[in-house]
């Protein structure tokens, strides 16, 4: 970290006055530059030396070292673990990754993600949905590896966290009964061992200027006290049209380590979003016919309404103790509690077609205002054993969390508006009245998990180690009527185990193979799908159990991480199924996942930095009673992804690195709706967007500064995302940062 005589006042002014300026300039700038090329008078600033580097940080996940980690904490119950040793699938994408995109929300990092298809974006006024392995996941992410079962409107904010990390496939061993393709974790900003303070100002794309200040270290020199300290507000226009977002976030976290061999730690956040202009979506009807070409619309224009909103506040309180009893024991626990009010009105556009022309029925749904809270906990205890050459540690312990819905008893109204041709030009119409949301709360659902844990950490000598370990998974899955009886209720118990093998026949090369069981939370129907009615909303359908076979390989080859892995998933096939004019969310037969992951993280030369990877996919479905369904994908996975994203420091101007990638995703199930018809399984045709970018570093009355501009879809391309919804376009994002 870099030290500076300047004092925190002087620090503070600094920060004031470059983040003041770059916010008056970046609301009227932000469009301009998205529409043509604008000339900004000359800075002055310092000459940058060639060879000082510019302080910068070679810590993991910086840029300096390639956004490359060594290790990851996303393995469950077995801690801390060099990546290169970890026999899962496990891409991270870093804060400083994060901040040189000038990303603003997770819609953005899973679509850079070389393992994630971005699905239903946050412009919807949820949180982002994905495929992972071509298995949708939504609702259950991670904050700090405790588990968030359940939580729907769980919308994330980057700006505090330190890494977003994907685990791809089961983890039923490593953190309970989840959705089997994978899970994400975002892992929160600690304190740093020594004082810094920074500030970033800018524009995250169309009219949103933002101001990010970062800042810890220890309370005083030596001490046992550190803080972390991230605030943030960002409000304006998005890159598409009457879509407007106000948010801000404060987030903190304390580290107190009173003895060496104790460390307790705690943090909390609130994030406050209002949306208004959300994005519509464009569901078929009943799926009988083929989807329009995305080129009839323009990806900068919103097909919503300009009268729907969404309100979301969240609370996040977290806790953890980690306790070195003796040499060879270690107990570590946590608890986290998380609380997200919201309310939103949105629109869909169900599609129709007759005699060679397309229209759509404009509907409305209501969510009035309701709380969903979830708290997570965990409990493990460590033992070493040294026995000659064998060293092994074994873990014992237990995953629990709960999760619960408040809702009005009249919660959910839908209102038909009319219908509309299909064109380039968004139509409007005036705003009905809602009289939902006036009953009284209720407690409509509950969710509670629980995981018992036993494993052993084997390792034989340098080349051969095991991992092994069972399970005892508990899922109840409680739903309620209005009147307090109880409508649905699930409890379902299984021993779930887990086996890898890991050999290293160099110090720089790993192969494993690895078998793992999980017990699958069955899901939850929405109260809507397609902007249509869900017959059994809210239901909770009976768990399921899958199972995972993978072989991998990784090899640290001089600057670069390379990883590869061949997987098959058998889990239950589930899916909202059409009865015209509403849909009914159902487990019906079985599924079948094989496919190919490769990934490549840090620098293929000490000024060339490499990011991505691709993904191969042959999911179809083996089981059903649905016959048409028998043999094809499911809805919504891509048959194949490739990200890759290119960083170069030009030896010509020193400090100037240039930037830039695409992004691709293969032919998807768009629809398989109707209820005889083979000839409604729609396939969406494959997109691939661009970006470019650059980043320049200098200092300025000897301040450290970072300068940078990326544009993702360049080209402005229009594409269906997936069957319901358009592809961003092109969204131009810049900042500044000031290091203290």
């Not at 026999?87 to 993600?113: G, H, K, L, M, Q």
């Not at 009268?307 to 506040?313: A, C, G, R, V, Y």
């Not at 949105?346 to 005699?355: P, V």
């Not at 729609?682 to 661009?690: A, I, K, M, N, Q």
Request: glycine share 10%; charged share 15%.
């Amino acid at each position: 970290m870099k030290t500076t005589t300047q004092s925190t006042s002087g620090a503070i002014v600094h920060a004031l006055l470059a983040s003041a300026s770059i916010v008056a300039i970046s609301g009227s700038l932000g469009r301009a530059i998205a529409q043509e090329a604008t000339t900004l008078p000359p800075i002055e600033v310092a000459a940058a030396s060639a060879t000082n580097n510019h302080s910068r940080s070679t810590a993991a996940g910086a840029a300096a070292a390639g956004y490359r980690f060594d290790a990851t904490s996303t393995t469950g119950p077995w801690g801390e673990r060099a990546i290169q040793d970890t026999p899962y699938s496990v891409y991270s994408v870093s804060a400083p990754y994060i901040e040189n995109r000038v990303f603003s929300t997770t819609d953005e990092v899973f679509r850079v993600n070389p393992l994630t298809q971005l699905n239903m974006g946050q412009g919807r006024g949820y949180g982002s949905s994905i495929f992972i392995r071509g298995v949708q996941q939504s609702g259950f992410s991670q904050i700090d590896g405790l588990n968030m079962s359940g939580v729907s409107d769980l919308v994330m904010p980057l700006e505090d966290k330190e890494r977003v990390d994907v685990l791809s496939g089961l983890s039923g061993f490593l953190y309970g009964p989840a959705h089997v393709g994978g899970l994400v974790n975002f892992v929160t900003k600690r304190p740093t061992p020594t004082p810094f303070f920074s500030v970033t100002a800018g524009n995250y794309g169309g009219s949103q200027p933002f101001v990010h200040v970062d800042t810890g270290g220890p309370f005083e020199k030596g001490g046992d006290f550190g803080y972390r300290l991230n605030l943030v507000k960002s409000s304006g226009e998005t890159a598409i049209n009457d879509n407007f977002v106000d948010r801000w976030l404060v987030s903190g976290a304390l580290d107190w380590r009173p003895l060496q061999e104790l460390l307790f730690q705690i943090n909390y956040s609130h994030q406050h979003i209002y949306e208004k202009g959300t994005l519509a979506d464009w569901g078929s009807f009943d799926g009988t016919f083929p989807h329009f070409s995305a080129s009839i619309l323009d990806p900068a224009k919103n097909y919503g309404q300009p009268w729907t909103f969404n309100k979301n506040d969240m609370n996040v309180l977290g806790t953890n103790v980690t306790y070195e009893v003796t040499r060879n024991m270690k107990i570590r626990a946590a608890y986290q509690f998380v609380d997200i009010a919201s309310e939103n009105l949105y629109t869909g556009n169900n599609i129709a077609y007759s005699n060679g022309s397309y229209s759509y029925s404009l509907a409305a749904l209501y969510n009035a205002s309701h709380v969903q809270r979830n708290q997570a906990w965990y409990a493990f205890a460590d033992y070493d054993l040294d026995l000659l050459s064998i060293k092994a540690k074994t873990t014992f312990g237990l995953y629990g969390s709960s999760y619960s819905l408040r809702q009005h008893q009249d919660n959910t109204l839908f209102k038909g508006l009319g219908s509309f041709p299909v064109s380039a030009d968004p139509i409007y119409v005036a705003r009905p009245t809602f009289t939902n949301g006036v009953q009284p709360y209720f407690h409509q659902q509950q969710l509670d998990q629980t995981n018992w844990i036993i494993g052993e950490d084997i390792s034989f000598n340098d080349q051969w180690s095991l991992l092994a370990g069972a399970s005892l998974a508990n899922i109840k899955a409680t739903n309620f009527n209005t009147n307090g009886t109880v409508s649905s209720y699930f409890d379902k118990t299984r021993v779930t185990p887990t086996a890898s093998l890991i050999y290293k026949p160099r110090p720089w090369l790993t192969a494993y193979g690895t078998y793992i069981q999980a017990l699958e939370n069955g899901g939850t129907a929405s109260t809507s799908f397609s902007s249509l009615p869900v017959t059994n909303a809210s239901q909770a359908l009976s768990p399921t159990t899958s199972e995972q076979v993978e072989v991998g390989a990784k090899a640290n080859v001089s600057q670069i991480l390379l990883t590869a892995a061949l997987f098959q998933i058998d889990k239950t096939n589930t899916f909202y199924k059409a009865n015209g004019g509403s849909y009914t969310f159902t487990n019906d037969g079985r599924q079948l996942h094989r496919g190919l992951e490769m990934t490549a993280t840090g620098k293929l030369l000490d000024d060339l930095t490499v990011t991505g990877g691709f993904t191969l996919l042959d999911a179809k479905i083996t089981q059903t009673n649905t016959l048409y369904l028998l043999g094809q994908p499911p809805v919504g996975s891509a048959k194949n992804m490739g990200k890759l994203y290119v960083e170069y420091r030009q030896p010509f101007v020193p400090g100037l690195t240039l930037t830039g990638g695409f992004n691709y995703v293969g032919p998807q199930v768009g629809n398989a709706f109707a209820p005889t018809n083979v000839r409604a399984i729609e396939r969406l045709p494959s997109y691939v967007t661009g970006d470019i970018g650059l980043r320049y570093e200098t200092r300025i009355f000897d301040t450290e500064t970072i300068w940078r501009v990326d544009v993702t879809n360049i080209a402005n391309t229009s594409y269906w995302q997936q069957t319901e919804m358009l592809g961003a376009p092109r969204t131009v994002a810049f900042s500044a940062t000031a290091k203290f």
